[in-house]
């Protein structure tokens, strides 16, 4: 069971836009950033948004992040199939003495 | 460019010790978070861990108790090594370099897979 909750899975069409939930509690998104990595298959995880919706270089203008509460979505408008992959929110967790922890992941599926 | 290279065993056996090494390609260690993370086939992440340049460390705390998490800067290198491993231990193992501690993991590597069994 993840500390962050997503949804399993996600769909949508080309050109459509998209977003993925990432819930949480205040000792983790209420309190600090969220980040999302994108992962195609049989591929290591990649940095796709930072501290709650700042994009890396080379991240195209289509991702965009936000962050509300104790929750926080990923946006993905103008889908193509080549964003056709698992995506996972993540974020720092106070509590113990503290840790990274992450969201079970949404493999997005372009129809 | 910063370049990340996990090696080590690709076989354990049950009760034995994982120990992995992870190379960096980088101009320096300092002022980052050297980490690990697994994600068993099929399934999402977990963080393992981290190690500061300064030597000081943080792990997971279900995994504490089996975790070492250690730098070698002279090689520009930095090691796991996870006890009493068990078939859930099977997993792809990734190292990643975390910019603010708090799971900006901006740069990892390719990953490694680490399965166990007799």
């Known amino acids: 069971q993840s500390v962050l909750t997503q949804p399993p899975s996600a769909s949508g069409t080309p050109g459509q836009r998209v977003t993925i939930s990432c819930s949480g509690s205040?000792?983790?998104?209420?309190?600090?950033?969220v980040y999302w990595y994108q992962q195609l298959p049989g591929t290591a995880p990649k940095l796709l948004i930072c501290r709650n919706n700042q994009r890396p270089s080379g991240v195209p203008d289509r991702f965009s992040g936000s962050k509300s509460g104790t929750s926080a979505s990923l946006a993905i408008s103008g889908l193509r199939s080549e964003d056709e992959a698992a995506y996972y929110c993540a974020a720092w967790d106070d509590n113990l003495s503290g840790q990274v922890v992450f969201g079970g992941g949404t493999k997005l599926t372009v129809l | 460019q910063v370049q990340l290279q996990e090696s080590g065993p690709g076989l354990v056996k049950p009760s034995e010790t994982l120990s992995l090494t992870c190379t960096i390609s980088a101009d320096s260690f300092t002022n980052y978070y050297w980490s690990w993370i697994r994600q068993p086939p099929g399934k999402g992440l977990e963080w393992i861990g981290y190690?500061?340049?300064?030597?000081?460390?943080n792990y997971n705390p279900s995994l504490k108790s089996r975790v070492t998490i250690s730098l070698d800067t002279s090689k520009n290198q930095f090691s796991l090594k996870l006890s009493s491993v068990t078939a859930a231990d099977t997993a792809f193992y990734y190292c990643?370099?975390?910019?603010?501690?708090?799971?900006?993991?901006?740069?990892w590597g390719q990953g490694t897979l680490v399965t166990v069994s007799s």
């Open positions: 205040s000792s983790n998104i209420g309190s600090n950033y």
């Open positions: 190690i500061y340049y300064s030597g000081s460390t």
């Open positions: 990643a370099r975390d910019k603010l501690k708090l799971g900006e993991l901006d740069y």
